[in-house]
T-cell receptor, first 113, second 109 residues
């Protein structure tokens, strides 16, 4: 099925551990995004990639790095996880239509203890 | 999403209409969106409106846009239990969307 696939769906990390969240889309979209969702705060943009080969910081980039591996894949890395990074992480890609709507993955629920 | 504001909760009786309100700050936004998030799932695009429109209707959904007041609303007619979800308002800014905090809609019998 076409769409945005995120792995893993759930993860528990200890403070200081590192991990990479994976995201892939098969819709040939140029732009991809990483958001985090926290209760009462909605979605906040961490990083985005407007096109293959480019990445830019969003609202809350500290503690994260990204890689746009190719047009399909956009990964998010936590080098040294902190409890403040406990959140639900969503990857999205931009639809091709002029309405600019996003297609979202189903999310990764990350807990840092 | 500090540039997009919405109330956090709405409780509505099944069969009634729901109205979710949103205010935004960027007067140059060309598109405004409503997304729905069901428990444990990602966000789904419900509907959108172009900034040169005042109203858009799509089955049970009606979007109203007041550009002067930078106010956007989503009306759901004949609200059903399956409409229980979090609804996000979003505006387009350059290459990205800026989201509100989301309105949790609870439908009671």
């Amino acid at each position: 099925n076409a769409g945005v696939t995120q792995t893993p769906k759930f993860q528990v990390l200890k403070t200081g551990q590192s991990m990479t969240l994976q995201c892939a889309q098969d819709m040939n979209h140029n732009s991809m995004y990483w958001y985090r969702q926290d209760p009462g705060m909605g979605l906040r943009l961490i990083y985005y990639s407007a096109s293959e080969g480019t990445t830019d910081k969003g609202e809350v980039p500290n503690g994260y790095n990204v890689s746009r591996l190719n047009k399909r894949e956009f990964s998010l890395r936590l080098e040294s996880a902190a409890p403040s990074q406990t959140s639900v992480y969503f990857c999205a890609s931009r639809t091709g239509g002029a309405n600019y709507g996003y297609t979202f993955g189903s999310g990764t629920r990350l807990t840092v203890v | 999403g500090e540039d997009v504001e919405q109330s956090l909760f709405l409780s509505v009786r099944e069969g009634d209409s729901s109205v979710i309100n949103c205010t935004y700050t960027d007067s140059s936004s060309t598109y405004l969106y409503w997304y729905k998030q069901e428990p444990g799932a990602g966000l789904q695009l419900l509907t959108y409106i172009f900034s040169n429109m005042d109203m858009k209707q799509d089955q049970r959904l009606t979007v109203l846009l007041n550009k002067k007041d930078k106010h956007l609303s989503l009306r759901i007619a004949d609200t059903q239990t399956g409409d229980s979800a979090i609804y996000f308002c979003a505006e387009k800014e350059d290459y990205k969307l800026s989201f509100g905090a989301g309105t949790t809609v609870t439908v009671r019998a």
